[in-house]
């Protein structure tokens, strides 16, 4: 099961790492007019975080736990971005993929905070 996980988290983070960098250095439209700049900017911050904590801990092996709290924090910031999905009225197909990576990131808390 560990070698799932680190796959899923692999993934997760090249995912949060586009979308990080994007919402950083060049947001989508619609969104920074809806969010405004700085709240995009800052989602964009945790998107970057987010790839830290899914990496990081668990490469380094010092508090690995902290994998599954990253986990924990991208789960949230998808609940988030279905909100943000209807507000700017985004097709289906972006609700389907905040579906997917909610239930990824579940799956990695799930594994790695399941000693606790």
């Known amino acids: 099961m560990n070698a799932v996980s680190w796959s899923i988290q692999g993934l997760l983070a090249a995912v949060f790492l586009i979308m990080g960098s994007k919402n950083l250095l ?66 289906p197909a972006y609700h389907a993929t905040n579906a997917v990576v909610l239930g990824l990131a579940a799956v990695v808390s799930g594994v790695r905070l399941g000693d606790l």
């Open 26 to 91: 060049r947001p989508d439209e619609r969104l920074e007019r809806a969010l405004g700049t700085p709240v995009l900017r800052a989602v964009g911050l945790l998107e970057l975080t987010a790839v830290v904590g899914l990496i990081l801990p668990g490469a380094l092996g010092v508090a690995p736990v902290l994998v599954g709290f990253a986990a924990v924090g991208v789960s949230l910031l998808m609940v988030g971005a279905v909100f943000v999905n209807r507000l700017v009225a985004n097709p």
